[in-house]
């Protein structure tokens, strides 16, 4: 077979192997970007574990609810620095209170599902020896965080940490905050006493608040 007529079926093999190299590469392009999707709704979701199981001290409900007796928890870490406001806050000031403290971002929507029934409860309770604090992460500018609050009339302060160190403080295997939202109870001696990974309802928000108020 002379060379001219050798050549097309060189061509035909070399187009199938493009194909192939291209499909391929496509293939891996929506494996990645699937990937990809999973980390962001990772970062903002409606659920999640609760981090327990071993020597843990502290229970799981079923309402999804994380739990721990007065003589078991773990003292929260030093969460302080400046708010989405630009004032500086303390958190250990107010120890001596009981302290709700919600992880949040703009961009989250189970986080602005939640944001009116954390002012009602706030509104309610706010006289009881009790401060709410936010925690705003993951928002480049205080821009987004300034306009949520305002669209939501929330009046209490939020600690600005656009790269989730203050999360990182928190012990492994204790009630730490691992989703966006999450929300803590701290206690009067600035122990954690409940932790919810999960946007609340009122309903929710209150039954993790009044037991550690009625605390003696």
Request: aromatic share 6%.
């Amino acid at each position: 077979m002379c060379a001219a007529s050798r050549a097309p079926q060189r061509s035909h093999r070399t187009d199938s192997r493009n194909r192939t190299t291209r499909d391929r590469s496509r293939a891996a392009l929506l494996v990645a970007g699937a990937a990809a999707a999973a980390l962001t709704l990772a970062a903002c979701t409606s659920g999640g574990t609760s981090g327990g199981g071993g020597d843990t001290n502290f229970v799981t409900g079923s309402n999804g609810i994380a739990t721990a007796e007065q003589g078991d928890r773990d003292a929260a870490p030093e969460l302080s620095g400046k708010t989405v406001d630009g004032t500086q806050l303390d958190i250990g000031d107010y120890k001596g209170k009981v302290v709700v403290v919600n992880v949040w971002g703009s961009w989250c929507p189970p986080c602005r599902a939640e944001a009116k029934n954390f002012q009602k409860v706030y509104q309610d309770v706010k006289d009881q020896g009790v401060e709410f604090v936010g925690i705003n992460t993951r928002d480049t500018s205080t821009g987004p965080a300034k306009a949520f609050e305002k669209d939501y009339g929330i009046s209490y302060p939020s600690l600005y940490d656009p790269t989730g160190k203050l999360m990182l403080r928190f012990k492994k295997g204790t009630l730490n905050p691992q989703l966006i939202p999450s929300t803590l109870v701290i206690d009067r001696d600035g122990k954690v006493a409940a932790r919810a990974l999960q946007p609340l309802s009122e309903e929710k928000l209150r039954s993790m608040v009044e037991p550690v108020v009625a605390e003696k």
